[in-house]
C-alpha cells in the first residue's frame, strides 16, 4: 500500500464514521494527518561525507484538552497552558516529537505553535469526535521526512494494543481506554539514513492490571512485523509504569536501551536526569513513567525539560523528555 492509497482509506474511513447531522463538529481533517507529496527518488544527502546521525527524539503527553468541560483543569487547563508549547520547542528543536493525549483542538494549535513540524496519526477512535485522543508523531521536516524504501512498501501506519490490531478502537477486555501506536519510517536529510519512530501510550486505571503487559507484547510484535530492514529504532510513549514497577511490563523491550537508565549508569550519570517525569501539575511527588528507548542508536543525552516558559509553571501534567542519540552510518 503507497501512500496515496493510504490516504484515501482514512479518508473513506472518517466519512464512514462521521456524525450526521449538521451541527456535528467536522474533524476529518486530524484523520488522515497532512497532506504530503512523496517525490520518487529521494535528495541526495546534504552532507553525503557525514558518518554519524544524530536525532533528538522528545516524548510529551501534554494533557488532554477537554472540549466537554473546559475547565476542569482550572489555571492548569488547556487554554492558559498552550502558550508554553510553542516556546519550548523553539529552544529545544527536537527532531522527532511522541506526543500523547492529543485532541482535535489540540493538533489544530500545534500546526501554528510548531511550524517547522508536520505531523502523522490518526485518533484511537477513530470516530471523527472532538474527545477523541491521538498518539501522533511531529518531526522537524527540515531534518527529516517520511521514506519507505526497503521491503516495507509504506512510509507510516498504526496499530491497536489489543489482540486485533488492525481494527480500530479495539481493545483488550478490562482497558480503560484503547490504546495504539504511531509510527513512521524517517529519512535524515544530512547523511541520507533511515530510521524507524514509534510512539504509544499505554493503559492505566483499567479493571485488569495484565492489560499494560499484553500491550507491550502486542507493541513488540508489532514492531518487529513493521522494522522488517531492522533499521535503527526509537521508541517514545507514556508507559503509565516505572522501569521496575509490577506487574512487570518492559520484558518484550529488554532487547532495547532504555535512554535514561543507560545514562545514568555510566558517567556517573553526568548525562542523564533522573527527574519525575509526571507531577500532576504538581499533586504528585512524581513518578518516572515517560520513557524513550532505542536501538542501534547510542544516547548521548537525556533531559527532563522541567523549565518555566511565558510564566506557565506546569506546561502539562507530564514534563517532555528529550534524549539526544547518535548512530553510525555505513558509507
Known amino acids: 500500500m503507497n501512500i496515496k492509497t493510504l490516504f484515501l482509506f482514512l479518508i473513506a474511513g472518517t466519512l464512514l464514521t462521521a456524525g450526521c447531522g449538521d451541527s456535528d463538529p467536522d474533524f476529518s481533517e486530524f484523520y488522515k494527518g497532512p497532506e504530503t507529496e512523496e517525490p520518487e527518488t529521494p535528495d541526495e544527502p546534504t ?43 523553539d529552544e529545544q528543536q527536537p527532531t522527532v516529537i511522541g506526543v500523547q493525549e492529543a485532541r482535535p483542538i489540540q493538533l489544530s494549535y500545534l500546526e501554528t505553535a510548531w511550524p517547522d513540524y508536520k505531523w502523522l496519526g490518526v485518533g484511537r477512535r477513530n470516530n471523527n469526535s472532538a474527545n477523541d485522543e491521538f498518539v501522533p508523531v511531529f518531526y522537524r521536516s527540515s ?43 524517517l529519512r535524515h536529510k544530512e547523511t541520507g539514513a533511515r530510521f524507524f519512530f514509534i510512539n504509544t501510550h499505554i493503559d492505566v486505571n483499567g479493571t485488569d492490571d495484565q492489560v499494560p503487559v499484553k500491550q507491550v507484547i502486542v507493541l513488540k ?35 532495547m536501551t532504555n535512554v535514561r537508565d543507560y545514562l ?5 550519570g553526568r548525562n542523564s536526569d533522573n527527574s519525575p517525569t509526571y ?25 527532563v525539560i522541567k523549565k518555566e516558559y511565558e510564566g506557565v509553571k506546569y506546561i502539562s501534567d507530564h514534563y517532555p523528555i528529550l534524549g539526544t542519540l547518535t548512530c553510525t552510518i555505513d558509507k
Open 264 to 268: 545514568s549508569r555510566i558517567d556517573n
Open 47 to 89: 552532507d553525503p561525507d557525514a558518518t554519524q546521525m544524530t536525532v533528538k527524539a522528545m516524548s510529551f503527553n501534554i494533557r488532554y484538552a477537554n472540549s466537554n468541560n473546559p475547565e476542569m483543569d482550572g489555571e492548569n487547563r488547556w487554554d492558559y497552558r498552550k502558550v508554553a508549547f510553542g516556546p519550548m520547542i
Open 143 to 185: 531534518e527529516v521526512e517520511p521514506a519507505s524504501g526497503g521491503r516495507l512498501n509504506v512510509d507510516w501506519g498504526y496499530f491497536w494494543l489489543s489482540d486485533t490490531p488492525s481494527i480500530p478502537g479495539s481493545a483488550y477486555e478490562g482497558s480503560a481506554q484503547p490504546r495504539m501506536a504511531t509510527w513512521v519510517i
Open 221 to 255: 510484535e508489532q514492531i518487529d512485523r513493521l522494522n522488517v530492514d531492522n533499521l535503527p529504532l526509537i521508541l517514545t510513549g507514556d508507559f503509565n509504569k516505572t522501569l521496575y514497577a509490577q506487574p512487570y511490563i518492559f520484558g518484550p523491550l529488554e532487547e
Open 279 to 303: 507531577q500532576g501539575f504538581g499533586s504528585s511527588s512524581g513518578l518516572i513513567v515517560d520513557h524513550i528507548f532505542c536501538s542501534v542508536f547510542i544516547p548521548e543525552k537525556y533531559a
